[in-house]
């Protein structure tokens, strides 16, 4: 039984990484797609593909998850296109990781903006429609850094661990409302995340170990279409994947 075929998905950080790779193994399965990211060649380049190469119906809209208001107009606009969103898929996420001494604070902020407050924006914009309609996922790409605290990962893992307890909240709350809470956590992964730490040293250590040990972004990609192409009675609200190669955490 295929539960992908026709569903309404909307993905936020969708021009790259976990995003881009979901989305394409959602169109070959038929599902109507909603891009969202800050780029719009990226967005539109990635619709086009979709659309040429499998058929999918897929639109896309700029969208700024640090802003409630962008949100809301990205969950309307899906709305509107579709009639329904099935699942929302938050991914946009930012890991520019630094030692708490060095007291980045424009970029521990960016990471609460992104990764938790635009997390939680999705939720308060989309629940209301999934409880009136009786039924959706709401996934958040999260992060083994989610369970452990490594050097340099305090506000990162800060994030994370918020998350987990956002989610669990979320599906303590919607028992009885046919709502699933889905959270992803891949430990390394070739995402391009590591592109966003500033210290040129910290960045080069974490980029080697991606690449030597990492998972690809379309391995996590397919932990969420697992999640996704699941019977309605049926939650996954934790996946937990590393590479077999991972040893340190």
């Known amino acids: 039984m295929d539960n992908i075929h026709g569903k309404v998905v909307v993905i936020t950080g969708a021009s790259s990484g976990i995003g881009k790779e979901t989305a394409r193994q959602l169109a070959k399965r038929q599902a109507k797609i909603v891009?969202?990211?800050?780029?719009?060649?990226?967005?539109?380049?990635?619709?086009?593909e979709l659309t040429q190469t499998f058929g999918a119906e897929v639109a896309y809209k700029v969208t700024d998850v640090t802003k409630?208001?962008?949100?809301?107009?990205?969950?309307?606009?899906?709305?509107?296109?579709?009639?329904?969103?099935?699942?929302?898929?938050?991914?946009?996420?930012?890991?520019?990781?630094?030692?708490?001494?060095?007291?980045?604070?424009?970029e521990w902020d960016a990471m609460i903006d992104?990764?938790?407050?635009?997390?939680?924006?999705?939720?308060?914009?989309?629940?209301?429609?999934?409880?009136?309609?009786?039924?959706?996922?709401?996934?958040?790409?999260?992060?083994?850094?989610?369970?452990?605290?490594?050097a340099g990962s305090a506000v990162y893992s800060a994030t994370k661990y918020a998350m987990r307890a956002v989610m669990e909240g979320l599906r303590v709350e919607e028992v009885g409302h046919n709502i699933k809470s889905t959270l992803i956590s891949p430990g390394h992964a070739q995402t391009g995340l590591a592109q966003t730490i500033s210290d040129p040293a910290l960045r080069a250590a974490v980029l080697k170990s991606e690449q030597d040990e990492g998972l690809t972004a379309s391995d996590v990609a397919q932990a969420v279409i697992y999640s996704i192409d699941t019977p309605t009675h049926v939650g996954i609200n934790e996946v937990i994947l590393r590479a077999t190669a991972q040893r340190d955490y």
């Open 68 to 106: 409630l208001s962008s949100v809301e107009a990205l969950i309307a606009f899906a709305k509107q296109r579709f009639t329904r969103i099935d699942v929302l898929f938050n991914n946009a996420g930012l890991m520019p990781v630094s030692p708490l001494r060095d007291g980045k604070v424009s």
């Open 114 to 150: 992104i990764n938790l407050r635009g997390a939680l924006y999705g939720i308060k914009a989309v629940l209301p429609l999934m409880e009136a309609q009786d039924g959706g996922q709401i996934i958040t790409t999260d992060s083994v850094a989610g369970h452990f605290v490594g």
């Open 35 to 48: 891009l969202a990211a800050r780029r719009e060649d990226a967005l539109r380049d990635l619709a086009d």
